[in-house]
């Protein structure tokens, strides 16, 4: 049966939740199309990424693959097509890194997109009701570090699967502390789901 | 058996659906506590507005009465405490009128406060997990309206029950045109019913 | 020689400079259209703010009156038109002091209305290139106060001259530190000479 | 003497100015550093942008290139650092087209970066008082178009000079129709003439 690597976040910055992780636990081990969900949560962390995101694509051999992380004062599903080479952060990861414009892979190209086509993607979702969009920026941070690292170890080990990054808006609890957007656990779910049958379709 | 009137309003600016105007419908006739909902639906119209809201309170002489409708941008419950002596709007309400900048009421206060104490409210709907806020602003649309001439009425007839006016999210499906928060219907009637709850408390 | 008092306002909040305050210090003595402006810094304090306004207008008997500050989000020159009676802020005042949701002024009235007309005021300053706009809600800081009292002062005193409060952007020097939108000091200097001459015409 | 290549565009999407065509015109000749300035207006166009820009570079073979146009919500100088494979755009550029999420270029990389180390550019802007900040995402309309086609130009042609692109905000006039952030255009200049001469520096 076919594999879905599908990773989400530990919390960061201060805070005690990550919808991204919750969903990544949420949905492991679930049946998603003809394939089952291998649910994972990674630190954020600039440094250890690389290798933990190489190791899970060794040893799972998926299908294909979905990062998720959080966007927060993103008030849609945001689908990301692009990675660049470059980490930058205002606020320490978990192990205290904050880089400062500086590239992710001093030999690797500029960017690399995603390997699902994500404009289908963005118009089921939203034909399904959820908000949603495409995006042509997935930041600076660990999201951006995720698209650009999969996209390598995939290329690295000439594995050619679906391959893409969502971005996920606050939970109504998070939203709590500060004003801001925010969306249920069970509507992401639902979104994540969605993108989930849509990548392993191409697969 | 104490009366709760809950008001929401039309579509409005083009829109097909209002999330108010959803909620109002879903409580109608639903018990909160020891009390009755009447819902009801209001037309956009800074004309007929004020009548309608007295001929409300004449008929069903409500134990508790509580305003609802859509602020567009917004991305939490918000609950108003100040409706302000103005009328201004860029965009034409469903008669098609769009005042300039011209008072609700010639010889009114300058503003009036709702009777039913907010802060305790706001507390209790976070404690409840669902993102809340406190306003001093109800804008110069017809929800601000709504509040100013529904305590107007209420002073009038020297019926003291505690009133206010509920600010609503985009629903779902009304950020698909346009990027914004949103928030599902389900969580805005659980919110409303906390609200309702905590107004028959006060009745 | 009529006298057009203009204030503003000390740094607060950890900031070392206060547009509002640059353009009192800048145009203290200057002579706008027939009168000559008294420029005053006042204090960012809840409590104090009531009785030193109510000296200005004492010592002063000035023939109009125009309280400026900072609305550190805003892009756009705006002239405020309602006070209401309420403190409310998360950040301590300069005196240390956070009022949390209570009145200005436990037996006065919901609002007040600067007396000075507004609407035109705004068609002038975009008519000269400058961007401002009508606002209808000067917040719940020592702006909306220094609104609320000032007009109470004048009432109490039977003084019916022009008032009305002036919200600045910041300035560049201070979007340095957020990204956030600013305006040169010369052009809010500009600006406010600009809605100076339309009160003195008005007293 | 060296020549600073220095590019605007036309107003676009219904607008009557474009404050990155204005500076171009008005640095048009100057004397910077020891180079001097040829400033060029360009049309807002998809697909004839790419001839226009190599016809520039084969032309007048400049010493350093600086490409500038509109961010209307942006309230600083923003300086782009990359520049994505990918035109889109909901609105029709001065052609009447609006690319759908399709690459610039089909057999080109997924990004370029800008030649000009921007780092220290943004340092030195905001040493000058002019808030400005580092950007990594240049958007998927013309100015994108623009970093992407020059850079590749200069690839072509082998010819290693400093090439980046700079983001204005709106001017104040334009900012008259809807709130928005703006930036008189002196201001825009002494930024432009700051970054021109960090680039001439680096040729």
């Known amino acids: 049966m076919p594999t879905l690597l599908l990773t989400g976040f530990e919390p960061f910055d201060g805070g005690t939740v990550n ?18 969900v291998v649910g994972r949560v990674l630190p954020v962390s600039f440094e250890r990424l690389p290798a ?6 060794d040893r799972g051999a998926p299908d294909a693959m979905l990062g998720m992380g959080l966007a ?22 978990n192990d205290g890194l904050a880089p400062d414009d500086r590239p992710l892979d001093a030999v690797g190209p500029a960017a690399r997109i995603a390997t699902l086509p994500l404009g289908p993607v963005v118009a089921r979702l939203r034909a399904a009701g ?9 930041g600076t941070h660990c999201c951006n570090l995720w698209l650009y ?5 995939l290329e690295r080990r000439d594995r050619r699967i679906p391959c893409a990054f969502i971005h996920l ?11 801001t957007a925010s969306m249920p656990l069970d509507l992401m779910v639902e979104a994540v789901r969605l ?5 392993i379709d191409q697969a």
Request: hydrophobic fraction near 50%; include cysteine; glycine fraction near 4%.
């Open 52 to 57: 933990l995101i190489g190791e899970l694509v």
């Open 195 to 199: 993108v989930a049958a849509n990548a």
């Open 130 to 138: 959820i908000p949603a969009r495409l995006s042509f920026h997935a």
């Open 72 to 93: 927060a004062a993103e008030p849609m599903i945001r689908l990301e097509q692009f990675a660049i080479n470059r980490a930058h952060s205002e606020r320490a990861d």
């Open 169 to 179: 808006p606050c939970l109504p609890e998070q939203a709590l502390a500060t004003p």
């Open 19 to 36: 919808p991204s992780g919750e969903v990544a636990r949420r949905l492991d081990g679930a049946r998603i199309a003809a394939a089952t």
């Open 149 to 153: 690292h999969a996209l390598a170890a």
